[in-house]
């Protein structure tokens, strides 16, 4: 019985699997949490000369999943003009991370390291920038 099921359920979890990954919405501040997470193995792979950590880490940040058009829209209609340098801090952290990914692979510690500082600055700069009015006008519409 249970030989016959595991099959079906495996090619259901096939199935099912790529339409929970477009439904399923995140947030910005879930995606951020994961940053964080990823900052920290990241950090940790240069304390630990692990660049296969970094370059792991480094993909993942690059990748992070899109900010929803929900929420967009609400950032938009609180920065107004200066949403571009909003998006810019975010394709700041985008390229970096992906130049740190590349130079991790190479073992360029040199160039794997000035992009992490470059990556570092650009999500402080967005911190201190926005995160404040950010938070504030999406846990209003919450
Ligand atoms: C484009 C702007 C921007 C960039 C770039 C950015 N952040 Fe954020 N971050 C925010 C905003 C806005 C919030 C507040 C979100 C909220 O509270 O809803 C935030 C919040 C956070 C938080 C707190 C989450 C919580 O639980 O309250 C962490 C951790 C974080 N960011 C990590 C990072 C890391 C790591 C990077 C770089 C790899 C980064 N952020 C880059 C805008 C940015």
Redesign the pocket.
Known sequence: MLKKRVPLLAGLAIILLPITAITDET???AI??E??Q??VDVSDGFLLDDFDKVAEGALA?AEHPRIPPEQVQL?AGELGAEMPV??N??V??HEL?LEMYKAAKERDRGTAVAAYQG??A??F???F???????AV??EAD
Not at 129 to 135: I, K, P, S
């Open positions: 947030t910005l501040k951020m949490q940053l964080r990823h900052f940040i950032v909003f998006k801090f975010d700041q952290v991370s990556m570092v650009a999500c700069d967005c911190h920038a926005y995160r404040e009015r950010v938070a999406l846990k």
